[in-house]
């Protein structure tokens, strides 16, 4: 058994230990997403039994109950519990971990690419000079390379933290345990692809997905609103930065180029707005001729016809009727060419973002800025929120439809106490 | 005559253009061994007519189906899709994408905010510096670093250039792995409401960007002088690059004073930072790069990320004429990007017509282009046989 979780122990569990071993796992993880520190706790122990398969269940829940946010918790808390407990290596521990890794890979028939880069990882790593050297090497060392064909660390190739040639990358010695860690994330997502729906005709395995769901995935606000065109400069108010920035460019130069115009349909629509409100309300803007500035060069006379099949097509009445999901956080935040929009807290310089939070004149810019700099504009944009209490579960899916699902609720409450 | 422009009598034109100067031959076969395993007849093609009509999920079994479907529809606008697990009309929705060439598109208009010759769809000599710079930085990269080596560079018709990708491993590539190709090229990032768009940190520099300076240096003083960034008033939108408040006025102090061209006040400048860094040795972790991050600003290639990402986005095809413009899409090879004179690009006017003073010339630049695409279809028919034979081999291995 490995902390690397590629084989899932055999045996037998009484159903009610099983349930504990699940239940503990996860108030676990989510210790360890809150950035705690690592603690002693009996159904966690490295190499264990009860560590593995508390993994494997948790990983079978998590697709049974098909979740997003739920999977992408479980994901980025195994990985982090990973880079944790890798750091707290010894140079023995790093060698047996990857002699046990070795014997597995050479056990197991597959067709996953990763696997190979993981091999020729391990092949280094368990020599005994390889392994002193990681845990006392400097920060940027690069005595030592291995050479990964590209497809097999895009991230590194993404942030150019890598040389290439010729397609293969030379992935230096300081960032082998990075590396590790990334390969641990690629599985995971591999695992929690897996198709497992015969598992989940079993009723004990039904419960414990039933349980785990109230317990963790609290159902987002409903919003059962209806949103009509009108009311939309009403409601901005509540919209988040990146929104609002959309709303008040489209009011002003009555165009959006077409990935804003494309994100800010698809937010309207989440957060309430019917087709026909929509029609009527992108009509209203563009029957205007544009504002100078934007060179669009469409208009409601000549695109009608275009822009209402978009605008169909995104809420599933045309083509292949595809449900459209509103945009989230961390896709606004990786959109470098975004023209006239991108997150606020990320893309845009400090006066046109102070220009934007004009209504938010509680908040500590200071604070604020701290967070920027961090690069954790997720929580920059949440500190304009009042009384947040529970966030965790938000923050690494947070999305504009909650943040103003959110502002709307605080809003209402604000209200009916006043 | 060049300039003269009429979209209606397109659809008398484009017929005899499709069958005697569109090189239907190698057209199909580039096709073909860029869908290979997959058959021709699962890539999708899509035609744009006359009255804006848009045709989508079209599909050809060989050169004789395109032959036929040309004369039929006679699209103003022919686009090349990805490779389905179906055919396509048979699919549709619910077809797969099984692969497609990795694409790039550069487009002038994206350099608006930089040039100061043209803007919109104008394009002139001094702006296409522009893109040979992209193309120069681009194709390097995708060579030296990833080790592709069918690149295919094409003119988009008007103001910008396309470039493919069909080397196997590129065409398999999924979305995430274009994503990071994506983004391992993008350096500058921000939109409108963001003036400082390249920031380089203070570490060293990766060989990839140094490679690209290394290729601006070898343009930018030109480029200086054609398009007069520090002129009076684009000196404001300079000054926004640099967020060293004392060093920003000192800048702004001597060179509103300048009245000379662009190129002095470049020199200026770099004095000035030059003597601030050796006086402020403490300040220099923020600027180290300064300088480097002007040049990309200005000159590193603009990439519509989207186009590369989007697995299975419809670009326009090579050699298909441009409706606003008469222009051919041509192939050319990026080392000869910076001989390309856009007046020198056949239409579809100076082509079909000999009375036209440019016909000669245009006819010979078109055999050209045609001649490189041919070679590079060849080339790629080669790589694949070779690359079919050894996967044939190993699979024999027991």
Same mark, same amino acid.
């Given at each position: 058994?490995?902390?690397?979780?590629?084989?899932?122990?055999?045996g037998?569990?009484?159903v009610?230990?099983?349930?504990?071993?699940?239940?503990q796992?996860? +108030?676990?993880?989510?210790?360890?997403?809150? !950035?705690?520190?690592?603690?002693?706790?009996?159904?966690?122990?490295?190499? &264990?039994?009860?560590?593995?398969v508390?993994?494997?269940?948790?990983?079978?829940?998590a697709i049974?109950?098909?979740?997003?946010?739920?999977?992408?918790f479980?994901t980025?808390?195994?990985?982090?519990?990973?880079r944790?407990?890798?750091?707290?290596?010894s140079? =023995?521990?790093?060698?047996?971990?990857?002699?046990?890794?070795l014997?597995?890979? @050479?056990?197991?028939?597959?067709?996953l &690419?990763?696997?190979?880069?993981?091999?020729?990882l391990?092949?280094?790593?368990?020599l005994?000079?390889?392994?002193?050297? #990681?845990?006392?090497h400097?920060?940027k060392?690069? +005595?030592?390379?291995?050479?990964?064909?590209f497809?097999?660390?895009?991230?590194?190739v993404?942030?150019?933290?890598v040389?290439?040639?010729?397609?293969?990358?030379?992935?230096?010695c300081?960032?082998?345990?990075?590396?590790?860690?990334?390969?641990? /994330?690629?599985?995971?997502?591999?695992?929690l692809k897996?198709?497992i729906?015969?598992?989940?005709?079993?009723?004990?395995?039904?419960n414990?997905?039933?349980?785990?769901d109230?317990?963790?995935i609290s159902?987002?606000?409903?919003?059962s609103n209806?949103?009509l065109c009108?009311?939309v400069?009403?409601?901005? @108010?509540y919209?988040p930065? *990146?929104?609002l920035?959309?709303?008040?460019t489209?009011r002003?130069?009555?165009?959006?180029?077409?990935?804003?115009?494309?994100?800010?349909?698809?937010?309207l629509k989440?957060?309430g707005?019917p087709?026909?409100e929509?029609i009527e309300?992108?009509?209203? +803007?563009?029957?205007?001729?544009?504002?100078?500035?934007?060179?669009c060069?469409?208009?409601w006379?000549?695109d /009608?016809?275009?822009?209402?099949?978009?605008?169909?097509?995104m809420?599933?009445?045309? !083509?292949?009727?595809?449900?459209?999901?509103?945009?989230?956080c961390?896709? #606004?935040? &990786?959109m470098?060419?975004?023209?006239e929009g991108?997150?606020?807290?990320?893309y845009?310089d400090d006066?046109?973002?102070?220009?934007?939070l004009?209504?938010?004149?509680?908040i500590?810019?200071?604070?604020?800025y701290?967070?920027?700099?961090?690069?954790?504009y997720?929580?920059?944009?949440?500190?304009?929120?009042?009384?947040?209490?529970e *966030?965790?579960?938000?923050?690494?899916?947070?999305?504009?439809v909650e943040?103003?699902?959110?502002?709307l609720?605080?809003?209402?409450?604000?209200?009916i106490?006043? | 005559?060049i300039?003269e422009?009429?979209e209606?009598?397109?659809?008398?034109?484009?017929p005899?253009? =499709?069958?005697?100067?569109?090189?239907?031959?190698?057209?199909c076969?580039?096709?073909?061994?860029g869908? &290979?395993?997959?058959?021709?007849?699962?890539?999708?093609l899509?035609?744009t007519l006359?009255?804006?009509?848009?045709?989508?999920?079209l599909?050809i079994?060989?050169?004789?189906?395109?032959q036929?479907?040309?004369?039929?529809?006679?699209?103003h606008?022919?686009?090349?899709?990805?490779?389905?697990?179906?055919?396509?009309?048979v699919?549709r929705?619910?077809?797969?994408v099984?692969?497609r060439?990795?694409v790039f598109?550069?487009d002038l208009?994206?350099?608006?905010?930089?040039?100061?010759c043209c803007?919109?769809?104008?394009?002139?000599e001094?702006?296409w510096?522009?893109?040979? %710079?992209?193309?120069?930085?681009?194709?390097?990269?995708?060579?030296?670093?990833?080790?592709?080596?069918?690149?295919?560079w094409?003119f988009?018709?008007?103001?910008?250039?396309?470039?493919?990708v069909?080397?196997? /491993?590129?065409?398999?590539l999924?979305?995430?792995g274009?994503?990071?190709i994506?983004?391992?090229?993008?350096? %500058?990032?921000?939109?409108?409401n963001q003036?400082?768009?390249?920031?380089?940190?203070?570490?060293n520099?990766?060989?990839? %960007?140094?490679?690209?300076?290394?290729?601006i240096d070898k343009?930018? /003083?030109?480029?200086l002088?054609?398009?007069?960034?520090l002129?009076?008033?684009?000196?404001?939108?300079?000054?926004?690059?640099?967020?060293d408040?004392?060093?920003?006025?000192?800048v702004?102090?001597?060179?509103?004073?300048?009245?000379?061209?662009?190129?002095?006040?470049w020199?200026t400048?770099?004095?000035?930072?030059?003597?601030y860094?050796?006086e402020n040795?403490?300040?220099?972790?923020?600027?180290?790069?300064?300088?480097?991050?002007?040049?990309?600003?200005y000159? =590193?290639p603009?990439?519509?990320?989207?186009?590369?990402k989007?697995?299975?986005?419809?670009?326009?095809?090579p050699?298909?004429?441009?409706?606003?413009?008469?222009?051919?899409?041509?192939?050319?090879?990026s080392?000869?990007?910076?001989?390309?004179?856009i007046? +020198?690009?056949?239409? %579809?006017y100076s082509?079909?017509?000999d009375s036209?003073?440019?016909n000669?010339?245009?006819?010979t630049?078109?055999?050209?282009?045609?001649?490189?695409?041919?070679?590079?279809?060849?080339?790629?028919e080669k790589?694949?046989?070779m690359?079919?034979?050894?996967?044939?081999?190993?699979?024999?291995?027991f």
């Amino acid at each position: 058994m490995s902390i690397f979780y590629m084989t899932p122990v055999k045996g037998e569990i009484p159903v009610h230990l099983l349930e504990v071993i699940v239940v503990q796992r996860l +108030e676990y993880l989510k210790l360890v997403l809150k !950035g705690e520190n690592i603690t002693y706790n009996e159904y966690l122990i490295e190499d &264990s039994l009860y560590d593995n398969v508390g993994h494997f269940t948790l990983c079978i829940v998590a697709i049974l109950n098909g979740n997003r946010e739920f999977l992408m918790f479980l994901t980025k808390t195994e990985t982090e519990l990973f880079r944790l407990r890798t750091n707290l290596f010894s140079t =023995y521990e790093l060698r047996c971990f990857a002699k046990k890794l070795l014997k597995t890979i @050479k056990k197991i028939v597959t067709e996953l &690419s990763f696997v190979n880069s993981l091999e020729i990882l391990c092949q280094h790593l368990v020599l005994k000079h390889m392994a002193k050297h #990681i845990l006392t090497h400097a920060k940027k060392c690069c +005595e030592h390379k291995i050479n990964i064909p590209f497809k097999q660390c895009l991230s590194f190739v993404a942030n150019r933290q890598v040389e290439l040639s010729n397609g293969v990358a030379l992935v230096p010695c300081s960032k082998w345990k990075q590396y590790l860690v990334s390969l641990f /994330e690629e599985y995971m997502n591999y695992k929690l692809k897996t198709n497992i729906r015969r598992v989940g005709v079993d009723p004990r395995i039904n419960n414990l997905v039933n349980r785990l769901d109230k317990e963790f995935i609290s159902s987002l606000l409903n919003q059962s609103n209806i949103l009509l065109c009108k009311d939309v400069d009403n409601v901005s @108010k509540y919209f988040p930065l *990146c929104m609002l920035n959309l709303h008040q460019t489209l009011r002003q130069k009555h165009r959006l180029s077409h990935s804003q115009r494309f994100y800010y349909t698809l937010f309207l629509k989440s957060i309430g707005m019917p087709v026909q409100e929509a029609i009527e309300f992108w009509k209203a +803007e563009y029957t205007q001729s544009p504002d100078g500035n934007h060179r669009c060069s469409h208009s409601w006379e000549q695109d /009608e016809k275009k822009i209402v099949y978009g605008i169909r097509h995104m809420y599933g009445l045309e !083509g292949a009727r595809k449900n459209y999901v509103s945009v989230n956080c961390h896709r #606004i935040q &990786s959109m470098d060419n975004c023209a006239e929009g991108g997150c606020p807290f990320k893309y845009f310089d400090d006066k046109k973002l102070f220009k934007l939070l004009e209504n938010h004149s509680q908040i500590s810019m200071s604070q604020l800025y701290e967070l920027k700099k961090k690069k954790q504009y997720t929580s920059a944009c949440i500190l304009t929120l009042n009384n947040i209490e529970e *966030c965790d579960n938000y923050r690494f899916n947070f999305t504009p439809v909650e943040y103003f699902s959110l502002n709307l609720k605080q809003n209402l409450l604000h209200e009916i106490n006043e | 005559m060049i300039g003269e422009h009429n979209e209606n009598i397109l659809s008398d034109m484009l017929p005899t253009y =499709y069958a005697r100067q569109f090189p239907q031959n190698i057209f199909c076969r580039w096709l073909a061994c860029g869908s &290979s395993p997959q058959p021709l007849c699962n890539r999708e093609l899509s035609f744009t007519l006359a009255d804006d009509v848009y045709l989508r999920y079209l599909s050809i079994s060989h050169q004789k189906d395109l032959q036929t479907l040309l004369q039929k529809k006679c699209p103003h606008k022919l686009d090349v899709g990805a490779v389905y697990n179906t055919k396509p009309s048979v699919g549709r929705h619910d077809a797969v994408v099984i692969s497609r060439e990795l694409v790039f598109d550069i487009d002038l208009t994206d350099y608006d905010e930089i040039r100061t010759c043209c803007q919109e769809a104008r394009v002139c000599e001094k702006c296409w510096k522009f893109m040979v %710079i992209a193309c120069e930085i681009i194709d390097k990269a995708l060579k030296d670093d990833f080790g592709f080596q069918s690149i295919l560079w094409v003119f988009s018709g008007r103001r910008g250039i396309h470039c493919w990708v069909s080397d196997y /491993e590129a065409r398999t590539l999924d979305s995430p792995g274009r994503g990071a190709i994506a983004d391992y090229l993008c350096l %500058i990032v921000g939109g409108e409401n963001q003036s400082k768009k390249v920031h380089l940190g203070n570490e060293n520099l990766h060989s990839s %960007i140094r490679r690209a300076l290394n290729i601006i240096d070898k343009y930018f /003083e030109q480029l200086l002088q054609d398009q007069e960034f520090l002129a009076t008033d684009k000196l404001n939108s300079f000054l926004k690059l640099i967020l060293d408040d004392a060093l920003k006025s000192q800048v702004e102090t001597t060179l509103k004073k300048m009245q000379e061209p662009s190129l002095n006040k470049w020199n200026t400048f770099i004095n000035i930072y030059e003597n601030y860094c050796r006086e402020n040795g403490n300040v220099i972790r923020k600027i180290k790069y300064l300088i480097e991050e002007i040049k990309i600003q200005y000159c =590193y290639p603009r990439l519509d990320v989207n186009v590369t990402k989007g697995f299975n986005h419809l670009l326009k095809s090579p050699f298909s004429i441009h409706p606003k413009t008469g222009k051919v899409s041509v192939v050319f090879k990026s080392a000869n990007a910076k001989n390309l004179k856009i007046d +020198e690009i056949p239409t %579809i006017y100076s082509l079909l017509d000999d009375s036209v003073a440019e016909n000669n010339q245009h006819e010979t630049n078109m055999k050209a282009a045609v001649k490189i695409f041919q070679e590079l279809v060849f080339a790629l028919e080669k790589t694949e046989a070779m690359r079919k034979r050894s996967d044939a081999n190993t699979s024999l291995d027991f």
